[in-house]
Nanobody
């Protein structure tokens, strides 16, 4: 079975920084891509950033220049460094991974349980 677990959320003042971490574990054959999404109260879940296994990154326009996504393939992990945080970044952040498990042998999407990020004075 495959699990995806996030950590690193919390409360931070505007202009501050946070670093989110996400690790996939279990019977993993390969990971095609990993990324971060977020959902604010009353809004739909939206893409924040993604990074495929082959490299390259994609960011939402609202976070470009402030957030950086990185990946450690050896640890099946992805990170999101968030700088210059704004109140509108407040949301539950979810880790997403496209994984082929050794059990099912097909590409499947996995989600973490989410971690709260609150940007406020």
């Amino acid at each position: 079975q495959v699990q995806v677990v996030e950590s690193g959320g919390g409360l931070v003042q505007p202009g501050g920084s946070l670093r989110l971490s996400c690790a996939a574990s279990g019977s993993i054959f390969s990971i095609a891509a990993m990324g971060w999404y977020r959902q604010a109260p009353g809004k739909e879940r939206e893409l924040v950033a993604t990074i495929p296994s082959g490299g390259g990154t994609k960011y939402a326009d609202s976070v470009k220049g402030r957030f950086t996504i990185s990946r450690d393939n050896a640890k099946n992990s992805v990170y999101l460094q968030m700088n210059s945080l704004k109140p509108e970044d407040t949301a539950v952040y979810y880790c997403n991974a496209l994984i082929i498990s050794k059990r099912e042998w097909q590409l499947k999407e996995y989600w973490g349980q989410g971690t709260q990020v609150t940007v406020s004075n």
